[in-house]
């Protein structure tokens, strides 16, 4: 076996590199702006040195924040999205700005040539429910799955001990925290043995891969492109370490990337935002033949400065895919499932009670049979007078 993970961090030198990452992220927005306009021009001249083409991958506000930013700044790459994913306010803008539509990954060729492609039900059928976090599913996902060649792995989600490729650690962040542990640990025949239980349902990271990276990955390998992406490290998750380890601009052997956000925090993002609404106001006509009012979704309500000097939006603070369930274990209610009551009444209660079947009894089941088990209250109606709000943090 070659180098182990510590080794492979202390070669390159990724303590300093961290730390002299985390220094960017604390200087002032306007050392920020200029940064990312520096890196992002760097990303493109070296993907035109490499004979490459760029593309903005484009979703909910940071993405449409960054592709309006990198127009403004002379660099005019096309945007790409699985667009129908996205809140309807998210899709005008998208439409406004002449963002590519992608749909799903396929998932069978007919023997007629007729194409289908997943849709989120059968991804949640077949794989499980996106819950807690992408990192997290992705745990629980490898426990209801044993087999041999994941057996370090899962060794390492129960009792944190890495083995010799993690450098032999014992308390490595691979650990699952102990509150699922408790909860989901004991699909795992080690975790059983000390006593955590089981899901009655199955957890999966999979929606993302099917319905937003594959096609998108398909369409860059098809326009020989590589993309500009929305991350920031300051939004934590499974990312954050890698952001802050490798940089805004990354030229792997199997990944090539730009994140020139990557030292932003959610207020500079939103300093940005208000920005490009006001540069958007005067160059809307680049993009198309049809002016939109501002380029801030309407599921996010309007960016509005809090007596403490803080910019937030009224509305979503996050957005994501329908029937996703990441980070609902840490909104307020009236959360996102909350407000799907209101909007339409059939849809939610379909969610809730009828998404899948369970494969021994033939139950129908959703959402609800998931929040119950970890925490999350849905079956009685909150108010939902007041405008509830996004707050998914630590994913």
């Known amino acids: 076996m070659g180098e182990n993970v510590l080794e492979r961090m202390a070669r390159i030198d990724a303590d300093k590199k961290i730390a002299d990452f985390m220094a960017k992220e604390k200087m002032p927005y306007d050392f920020k702006r200029k940064y990312a306009a520096i890196r992002a021009r760097e990303f493109m001249e070296e993907c035109e040195r490499r004979g490459l083409d760029y593309h903005v991958s484009v979703g909910g506000l940071d993405s449409i924040v960054l592709f309006l930013f990198l127009h403004s700044i002379g660099i005019c790459p096309p945007g790409i999205s699985v667009s129908y994913l996205e809140d309807q306010s998210i899709q005008r803008i998208h439409t406004a700005l002449g963002i590519e539509k992608l749909q799903s990954a396929v998932r069978e060729v007919k023997p007629d040539g007729t194409v289908i492609r997943w849709a989120k039900p059968q991804i949640i059928q077949e794989f499980g429910f996106p819950v807690l976090s992408k990192e997290i599913a992705a745990k629980i996902e490898l426990l209801q799955n044993p087999t041999e060649k994941n057996s370090t792995v899962r060794h390492a989600i129960i009792t944190g001990e890495t083995g010799e490729y993690g450098g032999y650690q014992t308390d490595s962040r691979m650990r699952l925290s102990q509150v699922w542990l408790d909860k989901f640990g004991g699909a795992d025949a080690e975790g059983a043995a000390l006593g955590y239980k089981a899901a009655p349902f199955k957890v999966s990271s999979k929606c993302c891969?099917?319905?937003?990276?594959?096609?998108?990955?398909?369409?860059?390998?098809?326009?020989?492109?590589?993309?500009?992406?929305?991350?920031?490290?300051?939004?934590?998750?499974?990312?954050?370490?890698?952001?802050?380890?490798?940089?805004?601009?990354?030229?792997?052997?199997?990944?090539?990337?730009?994140?020139?956000?990557?030292?932003?925090?959610?207020?500079?993002?939103?300093?940005?935002?208000?920005?490009?609404?006001?540069?958007?106001?005067?160059?809307?006509?680049?993009?198309?033949?049809?002016?939109?009012?501002?380029?801030?979704?309407?599921i996010y309500g309007v960016i509005k400065r809090e007596p403490d000097g803080m910019l937030r939006t009224t509305k979503a603070q996050r957005t994501g895919c329908s029937m996703c369930g990441f980070g609902i274990h840490m909104e307020k209610r009236p959360h996102r499932f909350d407000m799907k009551r209101e909007e339409n009444p059939k849809e939610w209660e379909w969610l809730m009670y009828r998404l899948v079947k369970d494969p021994e009894t033939g139950e129908e089941y959703g959402w609800g049979r998931v929040l119950d088990y970890v925490g999350v209250g849905w079956e009685n109606n909150p108010d939902t007078a007041c405008v509830g709000q996004f707050e998914i943090e630590g994913m």
């Open 209 to 298: 891969y099917y319905l937003k990276e594959k096609p998108c990955d398909d369409w860059a390998k098809e326009h020989n492109s590589v993309p500009y992406l929305g991350l920031m490290a300051s939004e934590g998750g499974r990312r954050a370490k890698s952001l802050r380890v490798n940089g805004c601009n990354y030229f792997g052997e199997t990944v090539i990337r730009s994140a020139p956000f990557a030292i932003f925090n959610r207020q500079d993002l939103l300093t940005l935002a208000l920005e490009m609404d006001e540069w958007y106001s005067v160059h809307w006509h680049q993009f198309s033949d049809r002016k939109i009012k501002t380029i801030v979704p309407a």
